[in-house]
């Protein structure tokens, strides 16, 4: 829709035939954000070839699960020139690789340099509604953000540019863990404060874990890190939030699963952080916790419990020494 506005033609690649026939016939898609109606410069499809033959740039949006799959379909129908663009937050499950990594394995004989990323607070719901929105889309290759920026920005979707691909993932995909821990704080009751201190905890576990894979510090400043950190914790829009506030009502993580209906990307993350920040040797208390309440059947109350009666720390512990100083010795 963001493209359409922009008077670009869309062309919409689904698996699902029947919601292809759907969009092209009715302007709308009944299973996801059934209110909006589509613009007449969208057309749906469900060959990749049609999808890809024309295109002069290509948004990428499956799941973290099913970005492999998706870009190997891609591969033979794309055209060097065109400009690849994702918007998943997630890491490969197996392999613990960011999605730009798995594009570039996928997409071989396209040049990686000129891959985007598009992250930030962006609920599709809000979007789609056209209200104020502020994104931010990172490439190695500055003429390759600017193209993603000049191809997306409207007056209601204001995009930033990065060069930081890693501190734009990284935020993206581990802010669903904290979402998930903060729905389940909601839950319980657990109130304001504690929400407060999973969102500023959480954030330094992101960006504990984010700096020693390569990123920018500054990137969780931004809005791929605080900025969707907060919008995932407190909207009513995020499935993350949703799954955790479900979990505290009792329901087990298969039926929550279940009855959303659709991606919960913080689950398998809680498993792809759990393993990263034992390969990175970084200390994730939160995501550690959450890991056990999701797969080791720990109570939440307990969880909670051990977070605030953990060994003391300082609150800037590991990071670099000028924030460390303050007093001296
Ligand atoms: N919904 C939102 O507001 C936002 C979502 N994202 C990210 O976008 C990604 C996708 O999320 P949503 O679209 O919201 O999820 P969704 O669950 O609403 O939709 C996922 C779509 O992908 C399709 N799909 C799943 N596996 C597939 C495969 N193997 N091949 C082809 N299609 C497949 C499904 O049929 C479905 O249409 C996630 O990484 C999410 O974190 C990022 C920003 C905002
Ligand atoms: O990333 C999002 C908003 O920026 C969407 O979050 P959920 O997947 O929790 O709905």
């Known amino acids: 829709a963001v493209l359409a506005d922009n008077g670009h033609q869309v062309m919409l690649w689904s698996r699902n035939e029947a919601q292809v026939e759907e969009i092209n016939r009715d302007r709308r898609n009944s299973r996801f954000l059934s209110e909006a109606e589509l613009s007449p410069r969208i057309r749906a499809t469900s060959s990749m070839q049609e999808a890809l033959d024309q295109a002069e740039a290509v948004v990428v ?52 340099k000129r891959l985007a990323v598009l992250s930030g607070p962006s609920h599709a719901e809000e979007v789609i509604q056209r209200r104020p929105t502020t994104v931010v ?63 500023t905890r959480g954030l330094a576990e992101i960006a504990r874990l984010g700096v020693a894979m390569g ?4 990137t969780f400043s931004g809005l791929a890190g605080i900025g969707d950190l907060v919008v995932t914790c407190t909207s009513k829009h995020s499935r993350n939030w949703r799954a955790g506030a479900m979990l505290a009502q009792g329901q087990t993580l298969e039926e929550v699963l279940d009855r959303m209906g659709m991606v919960v990307e913080g689950v398998k993350t809680t498993q792809a952080a759990y393993r990263l920040s034992r390969q990175y040797d970084i200390t994730m208390p939160i995501a550690d916790e959450l890991y056990r309440v999701l797969f080791d059947g720990k109570q939440p109350k307990a969880a909670v419990e051990d977070l605030m009666e953990r060994g003391r720390t300082h609150e800037m512990e590991d990071l670099a020494e000028p924030f460390q100083s303050g007093w001296a010795n």
């Open 215 to 218: 990123a920018n510090p500054l």
């Open 61 to 112: 949006v499956a799941p973290s699960s099913a970005m492999r799959e998706v870009a190997s379909q891609m591969k033979q129908h794309l055209h060097e020139r065109t400009t690849v663009i994702h918007a998943t937050k997630g890491f490969e499950a197996g392999s613990l690789k960011r999605m730009t990594e798995v594009l570039a394995e996928e997409l071989s004989g396209y040049d990686p």
């Open 137 to 199: 889309v990172a490439s190695v290759d500055k003429e390759a953000a600017e193209k993603a920026q000049d191809l997306l920005i409207t007056p209601s979707f204001r995009v930033y540019t990065n060069p930081d691909v890693v501190g734009v993932e990284v935020g993206g995909a581990l802010k669903n863990i904290i979402a998930l821990g903060a729905g389940l704080s909601d839950g319980l009751g657990f109130g304001d404060n504690a929400k407060a201190a999973l969102l």
